[in-house]
């Protein structure tokens, strides 16, 4: 079982914004990283730290933080943005990783 | 580039044992800490194993500890799971991955399958 909670299923209309949510006690104290995961691939880091994004990944993600609630949000959502997305703590108790969220791009 | 390529996974009966490997290149291996992350089949990502640069700490998920051991060569730029008494709920694509905190991994491998099943 995951100590970070995620929406199982989330979608957003093509070109709209959608912001996917992670809660856990860890994130009091730490950022949240996320993952982006698509149909039998290995999961792209897309947001760390503060809101950081690794090279490559466009600037339509950005991440956000309040109390024990970790945000990322996909500004003007394109068809190749559906997949799904986890989101990480360090020392979170039991697994680091939540559970995930399914997003549909309609 | 980095580069993680994992090896070693299969078909084993309950019970039985399995050594996986991960090679690294494209960065030096013997900086970072490194991470052993399982997906089973249409289930989210579980974090199995993390171990330090040196090799001086070592972590386990539950559910794994007693019967995994994470080991790294540095000299060969290589990270290791060995896989013991394993379990059909242990089925998994496991990838290796490098840390950037200690259970927080940045870039991943491919992933290479276990399949637990008599």
């Known amino acids: 079982s995951s100590e970070l909670t995620q929406d199982p299923a989330v979608s957003v209309a093509l070109g709209q914004t959608v912001r996917i949510t992670c809660q856990g006690d860890?994130?009091?104290?730490?950022?949240a990283s996320w993952y982006q995961q698509k149909p039998g691939q290995a999961p792209v880091l897309v947001i760390y730290g503060k809101n950081n994004r690794p090279s490559g990944i466009p600037d339509r993600f950005s991440g956000s933080s309040s109390g024990n609630t970790a945000s990322l949000t996909i500004t003007g959502a394109q068809a190749e943005d559906e997949a799904d997305y986890y989101c990480?703590?360090?020392?979170?108790?039991?697994?680091?990783f939540g559970g995930g969220t399914k997003l549909t791009v309609l | 580039e980095v580069q993680l390529v994992e090896s070693g996974g299969g078909l084993v009966k309950p019970g039985g044992s399995l050594r996986l490997s991960c090679a690294a290149s494209g960065f030096t291996f013997s900086s970072y800490s490194m991470n052993w992350v399982r997906q089973a089949p249409g289930k989210g990502l579980e974090w199995v194993s993390s171990?330090?640069?040196?090799?001086?700490?070592?972590y386990y998920a539950d559910s794994v500890k007693g019967r995994f051991t994470i080991s790294r060569d540095n000299a060969k730029n290589s990270l290791y799971l060995q896989m013991n008494s394993l379990r059909a709920e242990d089925t998994a694509v496991y990838y290796c991955?490098?840390?950037?905190?200690?259970?927080?991994?940045?870039?991943w491998g491919q992933g290479t399958l276990v399949t637990v099943s008599s």
């Open positions: 171990i330090s640069s040196s090799s001086s700490y070592i």
């Open positions: 990480n703590s360090r020392d979170s108790s039991g697994n680091p």
């Open positions: 860890s994130l009091r104290s730490y950022y």
């Open positions: 991955a490098r840390a950037v905190t200690v259970t927080t991994p940045d870039y």
